[in-house]
């Protein structure tokens, strides 16, 4: 359940500036299926067509990480922040982008890793090294 | 400041079981440095043992991912935990190696980019689409 | 699905002590439905006195800050910390006090811009300026 | 101390992509100080940019919730995630734009709040009311 | 929904490594129940092993915390994190370790005031007490 | 650094409405040390007022949990939280209250161990099992 409205595509076709994102949706990632965020953000015009092309440009545009990277850096965020939806959309997105098996389950594994010794840095709260500081003051 | 004692080398030296760790600590980083991080587990032997023993097979042991995405996923964990202690190391770690000054910029706007799209996922609550289960229930 | 039982209206009125709470919760509220929340407290009646009390002033009396804009803040919190059940109850209860569409849409753009912009703070481990500080020390 | 380099105001001069962002920020804030948060992101342009761009927008644009209001959800997305630099820069920001010290406390009081019933709706795993679903599904 | 294959006892009986740990989580816990985490982290064999083995020394080790208090210790980290799983087993486990609804009620009383309290402290940014130092630097 | 001012005991002797608070927090610790939480709650003598009668109650009262244990759950809420400040001073109040290294040792085992398999349920978004339901709905 959510706390808006999810639009369907009779209701965005309805809408130009709606349908224009939707277009633009389908016509990157090739495929005719919208998952329910763009749908629950589709309330908010301004914010589903700004969210899409910020969205373009992390995660699609060239650059020395590759997109399926992208993804497992998503996953491991959506994953701490407990945020459901998130990681069950771009764990799919990740799969679409290339995750095999094996680098799923070192995902995983790095990410307990962290949450583990995150766990122990901050029950001991060790101080940084100083040798960590690059603030350059 | 830390809740424990953060051990010094000449009191890691006099107790045989911790020195073995640290030994192994500067021998696989070849480094002489050693991090407060385990000068703080160092209060538990087993503790640090076991951290470091899984750290290494988790971090650095033969895979599909690449010592450094790991190393990216890391702090985006580290990041959404805000543990400083854990995003100055590992950030660290990182840059030892290979991470690139592009590669940490990108780094950032995907996490920044996940925080956001989390967070509007959760204040919309988003209901997961079906096609994104593999339950297999 | 639930880790306690949910008190039905019935069980409710055969115990005085919790009938008091609700009576008085459906008074104030001006509306016969008492959500889950309430139900699932009742089975500990001093939480459930001690927490509705609370709210009460907090979140009902004179005050500074308008209630309605007392739940937006409560919104940014429970989308924060990912609490489903807090992020539909009060998105219903700043809906309840009179939000419009647009100030939702302009919560949605402020919680997702400091996710955001936490995420880059905490990352990069910005250090505070000494401006900011009001210690007196 | 900080991952990165924090850009003085000399390297930012000599820079003039740079310097635009810096002026329209000293120009925007009617102040000649700038916090270290824009001088971390100096090290990324786009980010700074991107960043400074999109904060106008949502914070300072007109809109239904004044700036001041804004500025308390920012807050307490930044006490929940625990992002220290963020507490300090926006309690500065909404003082600056006129939070009252009673403002200030009643603002505590609801984060305080909130923060106790998320706990408890979490620990209780209260399953959400079927009223406050409202995706139309 | 989950973002794997749950395996079924069929299938982990079919793969004698697999079988291994379900026989011993059986033995161990006197129960023919094994609950969906197992299933889950069956899909790889190495880590549904680390965790089971490391889970039986965190958990059921002579130690001088009762196997009880650990699970209270866990309730109170599930539900920070929010993890709506973790709350649910570990509840359980609780209460077959013997928890009482007084226990379980003071658990939550704690909880609670720990969050409301932490808030507090990270809104006002509280200095720590110099004295609150034990890294003997 | 805060982002109130911390009140000391001479501006404290000087409102008897703070005083009286502070000669309880005193009489009850049985310590002349009042720390520096309750010199920024000083701000708001209605909140100090409350924050401590609540503690007391929560921490201190008659119960079926020691207050050790209780400490130890309120060091696990504060470590997940990441809040430095609460980390520190329940730490202090755990040894104070009988906490042993071998205790402490065990606690950060526990919450470790609980945030690595929060990690995994989350990254694998497990199914509750049915049988942990109680709700009774």
């Known amino acids: 359940m959510s706390t808006v409205k999810l639009w369907t595509d009779e209701e965005i ?35 589903l067509k700004n969210t899409w092309e910020q969205l373009k440009v992390v995660m699609m545009s060239e650059g020395e990480l590759s997109p ?5 850096i998503y996953i491991a965020v959506s994953t701490t922040n407990g945020c459901s939806y998130c990681v069950h959309s771009h764990t799919a997105a990740a ?13 995983q594994s790095v990410i ?11 029950a001991l709260q060790v101080p940084v090294d100083a040798v960590f500081d690059l603030s350059g003051s």
């Not at 349908?19 to 329910?36: A, P």
């Open 13 to 47: 076709n309805a809408h130009p500036d709606l349908k224009l994102v939707f277009d633009d949706i389908r016509q990157v990632r090739k495929s005719e299926f919208v998952n329910n965020f763009w749908r629950a953000l589709a309330n908010h015009p301004t914010q």
């Open 68 to 72: 399926m990277v992208r993804e497992l």
């Open 95 to 107: 799969r679409a982008k290339g995750m095999t098996d094996g680098q799923y389950s070192e995902l």
């Open 112 to 122: 307990a890793m962290a949450a583990q010794t995150n766990a122990l840095a901050t």
